[in-house]
């Protein structure tokens, strides 16, 4: 029984062995010249620039086209082109807005600080009553840009000494119009510097 069993492995290790030997020379032989090429079908999708090559096509590249959103590119409705010119402005036109809003700024302020000095002159001014004709006097007034009232004289005296001198004693009571040290020194030099006020007999001052 023993011999039977050995006989029967050992002709089933031939067998195996044989099969073995059968397959490694029944496998094809691939002979592949140096200068000749392997066709390969395969496709490569680059996400950089969308390019699709394809080898069934031979020395042929498919390009996709890309969307490009250029502002150069893109194609305005006329509608759209009206609402771009509406808000389109140029330099110039800045520039000219902005001045305009500066002097009516500066304006504002030469304003508003005259009317201060004008109401605080008027009200130690203490004029004659018994005035028959309409006088008026200028005054120049020399500042500081502390306020401070550093010279004042009559240039267009009136007729009238007694109008002049009223004049000349609410300046003498006068020694700071301190408003004008909030100004832009500019503003200042400009118009506050040296001015001239008008002293009328109707009681105004300009």
């Given at each position: 029984m023993n011999k039977a069993l050995?006989?029967?492995?050992?002709f089933f290790l031939i067998l195996l062995f044989l099969s073995l030997i059968f397959s490694v020379?029944?496998?094809?032989?691939?002979?592949?010249d140096e200068q000749q090429?392997?066709?390969?079908?395969?496709?490569?999708?680059?996400?950089q620039d969308?390019?699709?090559?394809?080898?069934?096509?031979?020395?042929?590249t498919i390009k996709q086209e890309t969307k490009k959103s250029s502002?150069?590119?893109?194609?305005?409705?006329?509608?759209?082109?009206?609402?771009?010119?509406?808000?389109k402005f140029n330099k110039s036109d800045i520039k000219n807005e902005i001045s305009k809003?500066?002097?009516?700024?500066?304006?504002?302020?030469?304003?508003?600080?005259?009317a201060i000095i004008?109401?605080?002159?008027?009200?130690?001014?203490?004029k004659p009553n018994s005035l028959s004709e309409s006088l008026i006097t200028k005054v120049s007034i020399n500042l500081a840009p502390s306020g401070e009232i550093l010279n004042f004289k009559l240039i267009e005296p009136s007729s009238n000494n007694s109008f002049n001198e009223s004049i000349l004693t609410a300046?003498?009571?006068?020694?700071?119009?301190?408003?004008?040290?909030?100004?832009?020194r500019k503003l200042f030099e400009e118009n506050f510097r040296n001015f001239n006020l008008v002293f009328k007999s109707s009681g105004e001052i300009e």
């Open positions: 050995t006989s029967l492995n050992t020379f029944s496998v094809p032989k691939l002979n592949v090429s392997i066709k390969v079908n395969f496709y490569e999708l680059s996400q969308d390019i699709l090559f394809d080898s069934s096509i031979p020395n042929v502002l150069t590119d893109k194609k305005i409705e006329p509608s759209e082109a009206a609402v771009v010119s509406k808000f809003i500066k002097l009516s700024k500066e304006r504002e302020d030469i304003l508003r600080i005259s004008q109401s605080r002159i008027s009200s130690i001014w203490i300046m003498n009571k006068m020694t700071f119009l301190e408003d004008v040290k909030f100004l832009d």
